[in-house]
């Protein structure tokens, strides 16, 4: 890569370490940066100061080799003519932070607007890797708007167990198979826990096509990183050196002032929003993008998404969708094989500027695929439509399911008359949460069968708070012993990316702010309308009105400061779970200046 020459403007850091106006304020943000070796004269040589935005630490497994990838992004930045200061991001681990990783999206979102923001940087290596890592750098660089790259830490290794590959997936893929095995008595608890940890091989964020690898190959798909960046294998050679080309990267795009407004443009949401249907992407993605796009000045809803997403074919052969892992998916030529067949047959925008400094369709001139059986040609998909389905009706005004969950076991099971009105009836099963959930759900009373719908309610945003992944629900054991492994589910939560199961998921308005899922009871006949994408509870508006009448809503406890100040602004999932009072403060840097000095 070619050294970039210098720019003659101003950069931002110069605001602190040379500022005519206040020599005694310089004087003093100079002195505390010097006590570790740094000189005056590097600070004041008018070099970037690039801030590298470190996700990774003890608690946030997945990114934890940004610890030491950040020797090579640092080394990157010197190289390019940089200055590198790493910092800590708060961390966001999937499976480790209660109540959910997802409420502290946007507090992870909201220090790191005030650490881009009121810091010396003139811009910023996000690492990313575990699920919510990416949508809280690339929310808070699109608000800040100083120039940002995105270096993804990778996926683990694949997992094997006994000669198979087992993907590792947060909450997700390997257990939900594990946990029917072991309740059918297929496997014993040993051997469950051994499944499980064989699926997590190697450093790395999880290896299936969960919301991890499927946020930063649309973080690629995006623009926002180097080409090729997303797949790499956490533990490969290849993943250190993109660390140093993302570093040295990062300074020129500062001498070129290559902001997040310039690269994620509308056409940047629709190339990512193609590439998320045909990387059979997450059912969190579409919360994550919407809530970039709308911090970055882009309007963008779930109509958007059926509308560019819902006919493109999935073409990765990777589970949950398909059979392969992570590592894989690399050899198979990762993003950049993916986006040349869809940029080939007119898919993509292929003008669209990225942060390498060319266009996709430049960026993409040698990358082909490599491997068709993990890569697949878009006349052999892997499933024929890969997007959203957005459901509405009388029990909320969003809703969506993934297009691929529509099965031909689920047509022949709910739609058993090609050419037949795309309708059905189901009978509710509702449940307040995951621990009424997992307290009844084996109850025989319930009376549980095929024909029945699995309700989760108050697991939105506010209701959990900060909306859980609990809408994937299990069957009862005994259906499961009748050879029925999945029945539909709906819920105002969210599912995990690895799930397989036919949800209606992120419903909003959820049931915690008045939503009318609140007055659904067990019992109630759901009528699904697949022609016309709705749901509808088969009730009279009297009778709705009269169980409103009738309604207490649950108290909300809020069990720290921040849950409190979370639910007081924060928006639905359709809109992508952003902090409403947040998403009016765009491009700081161009709106607001500089900060005031600190003394
Ligand atoms: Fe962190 Fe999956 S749990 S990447
Ligand atoms: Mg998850």
Same mark, same amino acid.
């Given at each position: ?70 020797? /090579? ?22 499976? +480790? ?133 997303? =797949? ?21 795009? #500062? ?5 997040? /407004? ?17 990387? *059979? ?17 882009? *309007? ?5 998404? $059926? ?12 589970? @949950? ?15 950049? *094989? ?13 003008? =669209? ?9 430049? !960026?993409?001139? !040698? ?37 691929? #969950? ?7 099971? %709910?739609? @058993? ?16 949460? &995951? ?6 759900? +084996? ?14 309610? %108050? ?18 054991? =005994? ?26 998921? !992120? *419903? ?32 009279? =508006? ?18 720290? &400061? ?22 009016? %403060? $765009? ?13």
């Amino acid at each position: 890569m070619p050294l970039t020459t210098r720019t003659t403007r101003k950069l931002r850091s110069q605001a602190w370490w040379d500022n005519a106006d206040n020599p005694g304020m310089t004087a003093l943000y100079l002195e505390r940066f010097l006590n570790y070796g740094l000189t005056p004269a590097e600070l004041r040589s008018g070099r970037p100061i690039i801030g590298i935005a470190q996700t990774g630490s003890d608690l946030v497994p997945c990114n934890r080799h940004h610890l030491a990838l950040a020797d /090579r992004v640092k080394a990157g930045i010197r190289d390019g003519g940089g200055i590198p200061f790493e910092f800590p991001v708060h961390p966001l681990q999937e499976t +480790g932070k209660r109540p959910t990783a997802a409420l502290d999206r946007n507090l992870a979102y909201l220090g790191l607007v005030e650490v881009l923001y009121g810091y010396p940087l003139d811009g910023v290596v996000l690492t990313t890797g575990c699920d919510k890592t990416t949508p809280a750098c690339l929310t808070a660089a699109a608000t800040v708007n100083i120039p940002a790259i995105v270096l993804s830490g990778g996926p683990m290794l694949n997992g094997y167990h006994h000669g198979d590959r087992v993907g590792a997936s947060g909450s997700g893929l390997v257990i939900w198979q594990s946990r029917r095995l072991l309740a059918a008595g297929e496997i014993d608890p040993d051997e469950f826990m051994e499944r499980v940890t064989a699926s997590a091989p190697s450093i790395g964020h999880c290896n299936t096509m969960g919301t991890a690898l499927s946020m930063n190959s649309l973080a690629e798909a995006l623009g926002m990183s180097l080409p090729g960046c997303a =797949a790499i294998p956490a533990p490969y050679r290849t993943r250190s050196q993109m660390a140093y080309e993302t570093g040295r990267r990062a300074v020129a795009i #500062v001498h070129e002032d290559l902001t997040p /407004r310039k690269i994620m443009t509308r056409q940047a949401f629709e190339n990512a929003i193609v590439v998320a249907s045909a990387i *059979a992407a997450s059912t969190n993605v579409p919360i994550h993008i919407n809530a970039i796009a709308r911090h970055v000045g882009v *309007a963008l809803s779930n109509q958007d998404w $059926q509308r560019v997403g819902a006919d493109i074919p999935v073409l990765t052969n990777v589970a @949950p969708a398909g059979e392969f892992l992570g590592e894989d998916f690399y050899r198979a030529g990762g993003v950049p *094989a993916v986006m040349w067949s869809l940029l080939t047959a007119g898919l993509l925008h292929g003008d =669209a500027l990225t942060v390498s400094g060319r266009t996709v369709a430049e !960026n993409l001139e !040698n990358a082909p695929p490599v491997d068709p059986a993990v890569i697949r040609p878009l006349h052999e998909p892997v499933a024929a439509r890969g997007g959203l389905f957005v459901m509405s009706g009388n029990l909320f005004d969003s809703a969506i399911m993934k297009i691929s #969950v529509i099965t031909d076991e689920f047509r022949a099971r %709910y739609l @058993p008359h090609p050419g037949g009105p795309a309708v059905f009836e189901l009978r509710a099963v509702v449940f307040d949460g &995951p621990e009424d959930y997992h307290a009844r759900i +084996g109850d025989p009373g319930l009376g549980i069968d095929e024909d029945c719908i699995l309700v989760m309610r %108050y697991a939105g945003p506010i209701g959990y708070p900060g909306s859980a992944e609990v809408v994937n629900m299990e069957v009862p054991v =005994a259906l499961l012993e009748k050879g029925v492994t999945a029945l539909p589910t709906l819920g105002d939560g969210r599912q995990s990316g690895t799930s397989d199961a036919p949800s209606i998921l !992120n *419903a909003s308005p959820e049931a915690a702010v008045g939503g009318n899922l609140a007055i659904l009871r067990t019992g109630d006949r759901l009528r699904v309308d697949m022609e016309n994408a709705r749901v509808d509870v088969l009730l009279s =508006a009297e009778e709705i009105a009269e169980r409103w009448a009738r309604y207490t809503p649950p108290p909300l406890e809020h069990q720290t &400061p921040w849950q409190e100040i979370y639910r007081s602004t924060v928006g639905q999932l359709d809109s992508g779970g952003c902090l409403e009072l947040a998403v009016s %403060y $765009q491009d700081l840097v161009h709106t607001k200046g500089i900060p005031r000095d600190s003394h």
